[in-house]
């Protein structure tokens, strides 16, 4: 299995930053893939930002595109977001996810317990 725990959550005013992190461990080589979804009270499950762990290219949705960003430390098995300009609509649970990349995204397999953000106005 592959466990993640996930850290960095919190509250923040509009316009603050935020870090993730997430750290990986067990069985590391199941997933080539790691990314942040994120869900709000009464709204789906949404993908935030994937990271592929071959080359780093990532993908963002187009609501967190130019705020948010992905990194990952493929020796620490850790990955990353950093969360700039945020808004209240970011408010949301965010859980770390690992997987496997298709069709320039993160398919999740395993996640983690999720961390809360909350954005006041």
């Known amino acids: 299995q592959v466990q993640l725990v996930e850290s960095g959550g919190g509250s923040v005013q509009a316009g603050g930053s935020l870090r993730l992190s997430c750290a990986a461990s067990g069985y590391t080589w199941r997933y080539n893939c790691m990314g942040w979804f994120r869900q709000s009270p009464g709204k789906e499950r949404e993908g935030a930002a994937h990271?592929?762990?071959?080359?780093?290219?990532?993908y963002y949705a187009d609501s967190v595109q130019g705020r948010f960003t992905i990194s990952r430390d493929n020796a620490k098995n850790t990955v990353y977001l950093q969360m700039n300009s945020l808004k209240p609509d970011d408010t949301a649970m965010y859980y770390c996810a690992a997987g496997t990349w298709y069709d320039d995204r993160c398919r999740a397999n395993y996640w983690g317990q999720g961390t809360q953000v909350t954005v006041a106005s």
């Open positions: 990271v592929y762990n071959g080359d780093g290219r990532a």
